[in-house]
């Protein structure tokens, strides 16, 4: 099973609809991200939350919101989607115990907007 | 803030041939540095990473980078590349004791027989 899990992979949704992206982990990591890659543009940060009580703006946090339920769970909602949204929408986790860790990555969620 | 630019979008190469991926960075702090590789259809798996101490670093596939502080760099490269190092391949910065990455815009590596 993957340790970090991302539902739904692949969604087609409508312009103007509310959706949420879900993250899930089991590796036990305090540290949790949400990242957009667009063809050409690479990785950019949306979120990120340092534990259950934090919630930092990221690179390009405008047109999301997220939800931090527990330690595992990240969500990431698109109030009033567009399709200027569509793109690959990766969950994140790293460690803080762990001097810069590395950050171990979801499969993803394709996201199309239309 | 910090930035990364990976200098080449696509890099065409036959197998058994040396392959460069070049990475340079800008930071006006400290920054620990990272290769991040793609495969289709997936998500990003860590390939080397530089912390501190020697300069090259070394993956378990035959992959190395090495860490050039005065030119900024972080260039990628593996001696023999095979048919199964087609991916796409990120560099990436954080700045030291911090783990929010910057990631350049990729380069996508094809090996062809």
């Known amino acids: 099973d993957a340790d970090v899990t991302q539902t739904p992979r692949n969604r087609i949704t409508k312009t103007g609809k509310r959706i949420m992206l879900e993250c899930s982990q089991t590796?036990?990591?305090?540290?949790m991200y949400w990242y957009r890659q667009d063809p050409g543009l690479g990785l950019r940060l949306i979120y990120y939350s340092f534990d259950v009580k934090d919630i930092n703006k990221g690179e390009i946090s405008d047109g999301y919101s997220v939800s931090r339920q527990a330690q595992a769970k990240f969500s990431l909602s698109l109030e009033s989607a567009i399709p200027n949204q569509t793109a690959l929408y990766f969950c994140?986790?790293?460690?803080?115990?762990?001097?810069?860790?590395?950050?171990?990555f979801g499969q993803g969620t394709r996201l199309t907007v239309v | 803030a910090q930035s990364v630019t990976q200098l080449d979008s696509q890099v065409p190469v036959f197998e058994e041939a040396p392959v460069e991926l070049r990475c340079n960075y800008s930071?006006?702090?400290?920054?620990?540095l990272f290769w991040y590789v793609q495969y289709p259809n997936q998500g990003l798996q860590l390939l080397l990473k530089?912390?501190?101490?020697?300069?090259l670093v070394e993956s378990i596939n035959g992959f190395e980078a090495e860490f050039n502080k005065s030119q900024t760099s972080f260039h990628l490269r593996k001696p023999s590349v095979h048919i199964s190092d087609t991916a796409e391949y990120f560099c990436?910065?954080?700045?030291?004791?911090?783990?929010?990455?910057?990631f350049g815009k990729g380069t996508m590596l094809l090996v062809s027989p």
């Open positions: 990436a910065v954080s700045p030291s004791g911090y783990s929010t990455l910057t």
């Open positions: 994140a986790t790293s460690d803080s115990r762990v001097v810069n860790t590395e950050a171990f």
């Open positions: 930071s006006s702090v400290s920054v620990y």
């Open positions: 590796k036990g990591h305090d540290r």
């Open positions: 530089y912390l501190s101490g020697s300069t």
